[in-house]
């Protein structure tokens, strides 16, 4: 079973609208980190939001937020107001099972946004 | 701060040459990762190392390796090249190895196997 799974065909979005990409996931670890990375066309890998697994509070940075559902094992990045710039790749990953001996993080495919002026 | 720098940023190689591909970590990062992105199975994980010591491995083959260095500088080599291994290869960073930490990667190596 894939452990992130990003199933959204390409997202089209208008600029200055908010846009909601899609993340569901598997884990048997009850402690875990969720992350949402954007690669432009680059290839960077951008650092977007974080959140882990026992946070309260949905994580927020800047223009992101993080929709996070536990029992539904779901991470939705939400982008407010999107930008030209926000056109890219957008990968969600998790690491899990953290012994202090693992960097280790398991992508989705990626869902692809187009935002339209 | 400068970010992660790999080189070279293109290669293009022919089947059953080996390559060599470098990874500049971030200053003062230790943990350096190396990552496979293919359009068919996309991001998946090579290997980790820490202090110079490798402390995770994905599901590669054998023809896969890395080493790091006493500067944190990371070296992935890939010997026997296939058509498969057609692949941007990222390298990242962190500082250290935690269950928040985020990875710094950097622009990647895109390599061509013909």
């Known amino acids: 079973a894939q452990k992130i799974t990003q199933t959204q065909p390409g997202m089209f979005v208008q600029e200055k609208e908010a846009v909601t990409l899609d993340c569901t996931y598997d884990t048997s670890d009850p402690s875990y980190g969720l992350f949402w990375y954007k690669q432009p066309s680059s290839g960077e890998m951008i650092f977007l939001i974080y959140?882990?697994?026992?946070?309260?509070q949905n994580a927020t940075e800047g223009r992101y937020s993080l929709n996070f559902q536990k029992a539904r094992k779901s991470a939705n990045l939400v982008i407010s107001a999107s930008q030209l710039g926000d056109s890219a790749m957008y990968f969600c990953a998790m690491r899990e099972d953290y012994t202090g001996a693992n960097s280790k993080l398991t992508f989705g495919k990626g869902i692809t946004l187009s935002v339209r002026p | 701060k400068a970010g992660v720098t790999q080189t070279p940023r293109y290669l293009i190689k022919t089947r059953g040459q080996q390559v060599t591909l470098s990874c500049s970590p971030i200053s003062g990062h230790r943990s350096v990762s190396w990552y496979q992105q293919t359009p068919g199975q996309g991001l998946q994980f090579l290997f980790e190392y820490f202090s110079e010591t490798q402390r995770n491995k994905g599901n590669f083959p054998g023809r896969f390796s890395g080493r790091q260095f006493s500067n944190s500088r990371s070296e992935m080599n890939v010997s026997t090249l296939e058509l498969g291994d057609s692949a941007l290869y990222l390298c990242a960073s962190s500082f250290q190895s935690g269950l928040n930490e985020k990875l710094f990667f950097g622009s990647g190596t895109q390599l061509s196997v013909l």
């Open positions: 959140q882990g697994s026992y946070d309260q």
